[in-house]
């Protein structure tokens, strides 16, 4: 008997390295395939961007940046962004905290209707508001009657914004308004804390890491839209062109470099968005291994 399990042991042992040399390949052929991968698909493009950006130099580059157009329609996504971003950061507080911390009627229809612009096209979101405040639809007489223009304008503009950002903030925290639960809450009303008192003090140290998260991708979401802002804007340059909108309308007039040029705008953005994303999510990891082994933070750090 000894024998035969020593002839196993030594038999399993000559397995080993043959085993562990086969996962070693595979792990190198699928770490290749991602890097190619995201070599075609996220590297290449965006060194072709700046490439084609500065084709005809400098003096060319910024000259397309610092047209009046383009200065315009990157104002306007600003104050799109500017505007569509605290309005969801309100919304997304107000559902997550309505969902998250308690039982009423109506609460899964609350969340799937903040799912509503994941599964609609931006393109029919934007048909939406023309239908309803264009000038023969359901609002647009009446309001173009006293003087308010929505479509084709920048209200029209910010709402579909709004529209299309606006589960970012509440999909990001309801899942930790979740785990962490109601018990501190409930005893901070305990302790006499008022309901400020208490979402300031206990509720939003707690999810501030994900509503951060949240806040970063309902940004970059409002500052690349395309589908619904096109609907609603019109298309006037300098008045209703976002960068997006403004990247295209160069780009089919031929005027290939400087639409680069304006579109390197909106991937400087987008990296920049990108890096401040891996920083949350670096301080997001240590707040969860401190809140899974049931440490507070400050005894962790």
């Keep these: 008997m000894a ?27 699928l770490t290749a395939v991602a890097l190619v991968f995201l070599a075609l698909f996220l590297v290449l493009p965006l060194v072709t961007v700046f490439v084609e950006a ?9 000259r397309a940046i610092a047209e009046p157009d383009a200065l315009a329609a990157l104002t306007l996504t600003l104050i799109a962004a500017a505007i569509a971003v605290p309005a969801n950061l309100l919304f997304g507080i107000c559902a997550g905290w309505t969902i998250a911390k308690f039982q009423f009627p ?7 209707l903040i799912d509503l612009p994941f599964a609609v096209s931006p393109v029919i979101s934007g048909m939406v508001f023309l239908l309803l405040f264009g000038r023969q639809g359901f609002l647009g007489p009446w309001m173009v009657e006293h003087g308010y223009k929505v479509v084709f304008a920048v209200p029209g503009i910010v709402l579909a914004t709004i529209f299309v950002s606006f589960p970012f903030v509440a999909r990001e925290i309801i899942p930790v308004m979740e785990a962490s639960g109601t018990q501190e809450e409930e005893a901070a009303r305990v302790l006499g804390a008022s309901g400020l008192q208490t979402f300031f003090r206990v509720t939003l140290p ?16 409002a500052m690349g839209e395309f589908g619904a802002v096109s609907v609603v804007s019109g298309k006037i340059r300098g008045q209703t062109n976002t960068l997006p909108l403004h990247v295209e309308i160069l780009y089919n007039e031929y005027m290939t470099q400087a639409a680069f040029a304006v579109a390197s705008l ?10 401040v994303k891996t920083i949350v999510e670096r301080r997001l990891a240590p707040a969860a291994v401190e809140e899974d082994s049931g440490a507070p933070a400050g005894v962790a750090a």
């Design 3 to 29: 024998g035969y399990v020593t002839s196993h042991r030594s038999r399993h042992q000559a397995r080993r390295p043959e085993h562990l040399t086969e996962l070693q390949a595979v792990r190198w052929g």
């Design 54 to 62: 500065f084709a005809e130099g400098r003096q060319a580059y910024f």
């Design 106 to 112: 109506g609460r899964s229809l609350l969340t799937t």
């Design 206 to 221: 707690n999810i501030k890491w994900g509503l951060l998260y949240g806040v970063i991708l309902c940004n970059a979401r």
């Design 266 to 275: 909106l991937t400087f953005l987008a990296l920049v968005t990108l890096v």
